[in-house]
Structures are given as C-alpha cells and as structure tokens.
C-alpha cells in the first residue's frame, strides 16, 4: 500500500482530520467501491456455474443481488459529488479485473472462500478509512460493506467440506493466503496510480506508519476469518 | 396451452370463481414464477457478456438484481403455503431451461429483445390469471410482474439501432416472433404436466374458449411491444 515508494506520498497536513465530503478522494473511494460491487457481481454469477446445487445458485444469486444495491447506494452518492460514476469508475477496472483474473476459482468452495475472504478484507480495509470521513461519507461506505446473512451460507458450507476432508482444508488454507496477497497488491497498485485516494487513505490512517499498522490489522482480522471457515 | 389435448382438462366447476390462496396451483403459480426469476437472473449474467460497453452490464445486473428482489417475494410468498421452495420448483426447471436454450441470443441486441418481449409475454399470461385469484396471491403475482425502469434502457438501445439499420429491425422482428413461439410452446408443456396448475388457469379464464382469447390478447401485446421497440 505504498510502504515501498514513501517519497511520492504526500505529507498530510492534518493528522487524523475529518475530510469533508468534497475531499477528491472521496469520488474515488465510492468510485472504487462502485467497480468492486459491479465487478463481484459478475463474478458471482459466473461462478455460481460451478454450484453443484439449485440451492447454491440461489444463494449465490442473492448475494450478488446484494452487490448491486450496495452499487446502486454508491451511484447516488457519486451523483451528489457530480461525478458521472463511469468516468469515476474507469480508472480502477484494470488492478481490479486483474485481481479476479488472478484469483479464478477453479472449485465451488475456493468461490466460496473468495466471497467471503475478499468481502471481509475489503470491509476491512474501508471501514478503518471510513472511520476519518465526514459522517455522511462514511455512512454511505458503512452502509455498503455491512455484512449480509448471506454469509451464514457460505461459512456452512465450507466448514461442512473441510471438517470431512484435510487435504481440501489445506488447499483452501493455502487459497486463503493468495487472495490475501493478490489483494494487497492490487490495492498498492490502485494507490499507486491514485494521488487523491493516497491523500484520503493517508489522512485517514496518520501516517505510513498508520498504513502499515492498518495492514497489521488487517492481516489479523484476515485469520480470524480464516478461523471462522475452519482454516 | 392444452387447446389441443381438452379430452385431458377438466370442466372448472365454479365458472370466474375467485381463487382461495389455499388452491394447490397456487404453489404451482409461486414456484414457476421463482424458477423463471431465477433462471432469468442466470441468463441476463450471462448475456451481459455480449455487451459492448460497461453501461450496458451495469444496467443488465440491475435488471438481474430486480429478478431475485421477485424471487425473495416469491419465496416468502412460497414459505406461507408450508412449500418448500426447492420442491416447489423442480417440475418447472425443465420448461424453463429449455425455452431459454432454445432462444439463446446471439447478439447484445437479441438479448435486449429477449429481456424486453419475454418478461412481457409472462407478465400479460400471469396478470391475467391473477386477476381471478384471492387479492392476497394476486398481489403478490402483479408485485413481481410490475415493469420495472430498466425497460427504458432496453427500449432506447433497440430502437436506436433498428433506426439505423433495416437489417438488424428485420432480423429482430424474425427474432421477437421466435420467442413469443417458443414461450407459448413451453407453457403447454407445462400445462400438460401440472393438473393443479391447468386447473387453476382454467378457472381463471373460464374454460377453453377463454384460454384461446387470453392467448389472442396475448399476441396483440406482443406486436404492441414489438412496436415499442421499432419492430
């Protein structure tokens, strides 16, 4: 998250500020958000091809039904910046079609990790950032990262699988680390090409240091969830 | 729809008789309706990929989205009846899966077709039978059939481009009327295979002098859709 290139990273002048809502970074954070909501969508519904049940298809269905109302909450709230939201979005579609490119599941319950990982670690990663947000901002991305009962089904099914099958709970152990990673880098990549979302990101979390305790963080939250799958 | 098997309806006892919510069809009704949901959230997914830009799939993700808004509906709707969903569904799964094998489109503009004239096809045959049943069922029926503004998107897409090409309007007209045959073709399948729900459709229209008008009426829908679409 550019721990590594600190000299293109501005100084924030406020430290731990409350950003207004006009921020221009704030653009890009709902911009963002809009892109990984459309983007699950179509994922989801492509791997649901991989449920071996009507019941998974279903399941599956809601819960990208649910990425787009969160969409449509992020649309409205990128209409009142006046940003139009497709040239907001543009600029994130490559880092994150590379990350589901990178992170293909080739099995049901590698799709069900992912959902459930790359949910919890982006939930993770913008509800800290939305903690230094003007309290309308920050409502909006609370709002859209809450989790959903939808997640019951899939902590169902996958400690249901690795509770009869040590070798797919390796696997999925190992699965697990790779979204992770790929994640991280994405992001690195995102602020990397983005001034105003570094600024937001920065002012949010203090400093570098805060970045890198913020990813410590997160790499916690990331096991307990692990955990929680029986990984 | 069974106009050429009559030796296998029965006569409806009651003639326009109003429809207790506790008829067996109406489990029939609930569960056609989730399935075919369902099944179009699946297809419009998939369709998506046939579009050109990044509005077109943000605008048939929110079309697929409402479909499984119905199918929550549905469901609950379904769960009152002491149904469980996945029974309730399974005779339908055939039908349905092959009208939407048998009309897979092409072309992002077919697709748009398909989504605009096939949820209008369904939606004149199950108002029409609602409009017999208990005003609890009924609502529910017209709650999940009611337009949506998505159509607006499809009507401009479509009409824009028939506009401009005399080809292209040709070729969706051909198009418009393969799905309005393939429609009514899966619905007598139907019809053929569920009693309850032959009953509960018979009741509503009368007798089978009554099915032939819904079906004439239905038809000059169509073409009225058709027309809407520059076809």
Chains 1, 2 share one sequence.
Do not use: C
């Amino acid at each position: 998250m550019g721990t590594q290139s600190s000299a293109a990273l501005r100084v924030p002048l406020i430290d731990s500020a409350i950003l207004a809502a006009d921020h221009p970074g704030v653009a890009d954070l709902f911009a963002v958000l809009a892109y990984g909501e459309i983007s699950a969508f179509y994922r989801l519904a492509e791997e649901a091809k991989l449920s071996p049940t009507l019941r998974g298809k279903v399941a599956v269905a809601k819960m990208a039904a649910a990425e787009m109302a969160h969409f449509e909450t992020l649309e409205a709230a990128l209409a009142s910046t006046g940003a139009d939201i497709f040239d907001a979005m543009a600029p994130f579609v490559r880092a994150l079609d590379a990350y589901h490119a990178s992170t293909d599941p080739s099995t049901w319950l590698e799709s069900m990790v992912k959902f459930y990982v790359g949910d919890g670690i982006a939930a993770d990663f913008y509800t800290e950032i939305a903690g230094a947000l003007s309290p309308e901002v920050a409502a909006v991305v609370q709002d859209v990262l809450a989790e959903t009962s939808h997640s019951e089904f899939v902590v169902e099914e996958v400690r249901k699988a690795v509770a009869v099958s040590r070798s797919e709970r390796d696997r999925l152990t190992l699965w697990g680390r790779r979204l992770l990673g790929e994640a991280i880098t994405q992001a690195q990549y995102v602020m990397a090409q983005r001034d105003e979302l570094t600024d937001l990101v920065l002012t949010a979390t203090g400093d570098l240091n805060g970045i890198a305790e913020l990813f410590e963080r997160m790499q916690t939250s990331h096991a307990e969830r692990m955990a929680v799958l029986g990984l």
